[in-house]
């Protein structure tokens, strides 16, 4: 399977969040799985490539030219496969097809972009991929509580939340996106009408 890993690109969160990507990473490979991912060397991006990689999996790294115009240190210099898009919107359509399920690991606006893209897609009906949310250190409960808000004022419905897996560890995270089973969603379910 093909995981996309969303997350910070950040060179200044806690190392907390860096062993846990690590971690996560180590894992993938060694449930015989891929990384997809944005291509950055740092944040949650380089420490999942990293795990996967110290374990000998696969690391496909897809990331706007433009990027290393800027800044030639900010590409994960490793990877299998690294994919130069022109644009933001063909990295993203890049990583929702290249990938077989998504977790979205601590982030920043672009992190919550891919997220709430990801999920919107998949309410609509384009996929019926995995999704899952990597809570570590409680770090997306303010996220749990406006989704809960935008439920109880009737925004979304119970359904749409349901759509994506809250975990908090790699292990939960893997034994989720291996037992997946991708029903077909009911839109009338998932949207307001």
Do not use: W
Request: charged share 30%; glycine share 10%.
């Amino acid at each position: 399977m093909r995981i996309c890993v969303y997350g910070a690109a950040s060179k200044e969160i806690d190392k907390k969040f860096i062993k846990a990507g690590e971690e996560l990473g180590r894992k993938i490979a060694d449930c015989g799985h891929s990384l997809v991912f944005g291509g950055g060397r740092n944040g949650m991006m380089g420490a999942a490539a990293r795990g996967v990689l110290e374990n000998g999996g696969e690391v496909i790294g897809i990331s706007p030219a433009f990027f290393e115009e800027n800044n030639a240190e900010i590409s994960f210099p490793n990877c299998t496969e690294f994919i130069h898009t022109e644009t933001m919107r063909e990295r993203k359509r890049l990583l929702e097809e290249m990938s077989d399920a998504f977790i979205i690991t601590p982030g920043g606006i672009g992190t919550f972009d891919e997220f709430f893209e990801i999920l919107t897609l998949k309410q609509l009906g384009r996929h019926n991929k995995a999704i899952v949310v990597y809570d570590m250190y409680g770090f997306f409960d303010e996220l749990a509580n406006a989704l809960y808000k935008m439920v109880l004022e009737h925004f979304i419905t119970q359904d749409c939340v349901e759509l994506c897996k809250v975990c908090t560890n790699a292990d939960e995270i893997l034994d989720y996106l291996e037992n997946y089973d991708p029903k077909e969603i009911d839109i009338d379910k998932v949207k307001i009408r």
